[in-house]
């Protein structure tokens, strides 16, 4: 049933119904569950890569037990943005723009960037808030294009087809999508990719106390050039927002 919900093309508009009839705190009830059980999969791809992570971070073993409820903090961390952007999706424009708020440094450099004729790449690792910002990006009218996985699962075609009426159009990477992603760029678009995707190479980078791989191209520019960053914070009612990181924005 988890798998059904994750992946499959229904997942989403199973969200979304239960967040149009179903009280928000009900609801984030539910996922807690659903995330609880999928904490416990030890075989499952994302439940090692949180735990890979997290044992990084804290300098702690793979196997070490302190990390079982870190594992279930992060993904019950994830439902609630899961949870927060169905409502927003659910409730329209409005809603998202009074669930979403982002600091006026980050749109500040955003606006003298783009003025500038100059295009946006907008590179990060999947965090809860991701979906809420990129929302808030394309209802503001940000001219705003994403790369995501180019074998996209039922669930993620869905998701896609959602984003697009709120004017963030994502789509599968691809020889073709890259060169797409190329013109919008040089018309002074945005756009918006994950860093953390597995098996895209690149040269290593400093991680905590240990080194991992970031995808070539864009990223690797962007991480050394020290692309701003931000993070996505829940607050009371399903509100979240995207505090100014560091650096400049390119």
């Not at 196997?63 to 659910?90: C, G, R």
């Not at 020889?175 to 690149?202: E, F, Y």
């Amino acid at each position: 049933m988890i798998d059904y919900l994750t992946s499959s093309r229904f997942g989403p508009t199973v969200g979304l119904f239960l967040v149009r009839i179903i009280p928000r705190k009900v609801v984030l009830w539910i996922f807690s569950l659903i995330a609880s059980r999928v904490a416990k999969n030890s075989k499952s791809e994302i439940i090692k890569a949180v735990r890979s992570n997290q044992a990084v971070v804290r300098g702690l073993s793979y196997d070490d037990p302190t990390l079982d409820d870190v594992v279930k903090k992060v993904m019950k961390y994830s439902a609630q943005a899961y949870v927060d952007s169905y409502k927003a999706i659910a409730g329209g424009r409005e809603v998202v723009l009074r669930y979403a708020k982002l600091s006026d440094e980050i749109l500040g450099n955003v606006d003298t960037w783009l003025k500038d004729g100059r295009g946006l790449v907008v590179v990060g690792p999947h965090l809860a808030g991701f979906d809420m910002f990129a929302l808030f990006m394309g209802v503001k009218g940000y001219p705003i294009l994403g790369l995501s996985y180019p074998d996209p699962t039922g669930s993620y075609e869905t998701e896609n087809t959602l984003r697009k009426k709120f004017g963030f159009d994502s789509i599968p990477i691809s020889v073709q999508s890259l060169k797409r992603a190329l013109r919008h760029l040089r018309d002074g678009g945005v756009v918006i990719t994950a860093v953390d995707r597995p098996g895209l190479g690149g040269e290593p980078m400093d991680f905590f106390r240990s080194q991992g791989h970031t995808p070539n191209g864009s990223c690797t520019d962007c991480y050394q050039d020290k692309v701003s960053h931000a993070r996505g914070n829940p607050g009371a009612g399903g509100r979240w927002r995207i505090p100014g990181g560091n650096g400049s924005i390119h």
